[in-house]
C-alpha cells in the first residue's frame, strides 16, 4: 500500500507535494502592533517547511488594522506588508513547501481599542464588546480591503488564498444567524446570509486566479444554529464560485460546549465532501499517520491540516512517514548522515 498521505496535490496549477497542510495559527509575534513579519515568523514557518509539510497556510492576517483579532496580528492592510511575505514565500519554496494565508476579518471578535464592526451589534458574550452593525458602505469597504489582501498575496508570490470563515471571525457572524438578525440584502434566508462571502470570492477573483480555500465551521452546536447540512449548500455556492477547496473546522460563533475527540471534525468534512462534491481538508485532533491515512484513503477528505500536533513537532510529516512505512527524501543538508 502506498500511503495517500505522500501523495502530491494539483489545484488550479499549484502542486502540493503531499497532503499535509500546517494549519493556520496566530502567532501573535508582531511586537510592534504594526502586522509586519519578525523573525518569530522566519524561524517557525521555515522550520515547518524544512520539516516537509505540503502547503503551510500562515496564520489569520487581518486585511484591515481595525479587524485584527489581537494588536499583534500579522496583517496585509498595507503595501508595506508584501515584502515580508514576499520573503517568507522565498523561505518556503526553498525547501519545497506551497505558502498559503488565511484572510481574515475578526469582525466582532476583535479585541482593539474603539469601535468593532459585526453584522448586527451582538456581542459574542456577556465580557465581550457590543459591535456596531455594518452599514453597506463598511460592508463595500470590507470586500475591498479582502481584494487588496487577495492582490498584495499575488505581489508577495503566495500560492494559496485561505478565506477566514469559521471561528465566529467577520465572514462566519455573517453566515451565521445567531450573530446575523439584518433585515437587509445580507441577512434573513441563507441565499443572503451567504452574500457577504458571495461579494468576497468575487471580489478576489478580480485578483486572484490561484487556488482558493475557505474556511468555515460547519456546526454551531446550537439548536438554532447551523449545522453541517447547511453548510452542503453554502459549499455548492462556492463551488459554483470556483472556489477549490472547503477547510472545515467547527464551532466557536457563539459559546458552546463541543465534545472535543480524535477527528471530532473529519465527519463534517465528509458530508461537505460528498453533498457538494468539493474538495475538503480535514481538520481537529489529527495526530498520528495512520488517523491522516484512513481519513485520505475512505475519500473523507482531500487535504489533511495539522495544527498543534506541528506545533510540538516540526517534523511531523517525517514521524508519519515512518509510520507509514514511507521514504521521503531528507533535505540535502541532511543526506550524508540520513542511513
Ligand atoms: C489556532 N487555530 C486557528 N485557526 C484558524 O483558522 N486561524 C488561526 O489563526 C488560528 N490560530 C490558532 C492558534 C493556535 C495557537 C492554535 C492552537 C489554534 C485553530 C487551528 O488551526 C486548528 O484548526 C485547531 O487547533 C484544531 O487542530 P489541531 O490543533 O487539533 O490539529
Known amino acids: 500500500m502506498g500511503a495517500k498521505l505522500f501523495t502530491p496535490f494539483t489545484v488550479k496549477g499549484v502542486t502540493l507535494k503531499n497532503r499535509i497542510v500546517m494549519s493556520p495559527m496566530c502567532m501573535y509575534s508582531c511586537p510592534n502592533e504594526d502586522g509586519m513579519v519578525e523573525n518569530w515568523h522566519r524561524t517557525h514557518y521555515t522550520s515547518r517547511a524544512v520539516g516537509q509539510a505540503g502547503l503551510i497556510i500562515l496564520e489569520a492576517t487581518a486585511v484591515t488594522a481595525q479587524g485584527r ?6 496583517g496585509i492592510w498595507n503595501d508595506d506588508h508584501i515584502e515580508g511575505l514576499k520573503e517568507l514565500a522565498g523561505l518556503m519554496k526553498e525547501h519545497g513547501s506551497a505558502i498559503g494565508i488565511q484572510l ?19 456581542a459574542f458574550n456577556e465580557k465581550s464588546k457590543t459591535p456596531k452593525e455594518m452599514t453597506k458602505r463598511e460592508i463595500d469597504e ?16 503566495l500560492d494559496v ?23 437587509d440584502e445580507y441577512g434573513g434566508s441563507a441565499e443572503n446570509r451567504y452574500r457577504f462571502l458571495r461579494e468576497t470570492i468575487e471580489a478576489v477573483k478580480t485578483v486572484w486566479n490561484g487556488p482558493l480555500f475557505v474556511r468555515v465551521s460547519a456546526h454551531d452546536y446550537h439548536e438554532d444554529g447551523l449545522t453541517p447540512e447547511d453548510y452542503v449548500q453554502f459549499a455548492k455556492w462556492m463551488k459554483e464560485q470556483g472556489v477549490d477547496l472547503i477547510d472545515v473546522s467547527s464551532g466557536a460563533v457563539v459559546p ?50 495539522i495544527g498543534r500536533e506541528f506545533l510540538r513537532d516540526p517534523y511531523w510529516p517525517r514521524a508519519a512517514a515512518k509510520e507509514l512505512g514511507v521514504e521521503i527524501e531528507p533535505p540535502k543538508q541532511y543526506e550524508r548522515g540520513w542511513k
Open 104 to 122: 481574515a476579518h475578526a469582525g466582532r471578535k476583535a479585541v482593539l481599542e474603539g469601535e468593532i464592526l459585526a453584522p448586527s451589534a451582538i
Open 142 to 157: 470590507t470586500i475591498e480591503a479582502f481584494r487588496k489582501g487577495a492582490e498584495r498575496s499575488r505581489k508577495a508570490g
Open 69 to 74: 483579532i489581537s494588536p499583534n496580528d500579522l
Open 256 to 305: 458552546a460546549r463541543i465534545n472535543v475527540y480524535p477527528g471530532y471534525q473529519v465527519k463534517y468534512s465528509e458530508t461537505i465532501r460528498d453533498g457538494a462534491e468539493i474538495a475538503t481538508g480535514a481538520v481537529g485532533l489529527i495526530t498520528s499517520g495512520v488517523q491522516a491515512e484512513e481519513i485520505l484513503q475512505n475519500e473523507r477528505a482531500d487535504l489533511i491540516l
Open 161 to 183: 488564498i485561505e478565506l477566514h470563515g469559521a471561528h465566529g471571525y467577520l465572514i462566519n457572524e455573517f453566515l451565521s444567524p445567531l450573530s446575523n438578525t439584518r433585515t
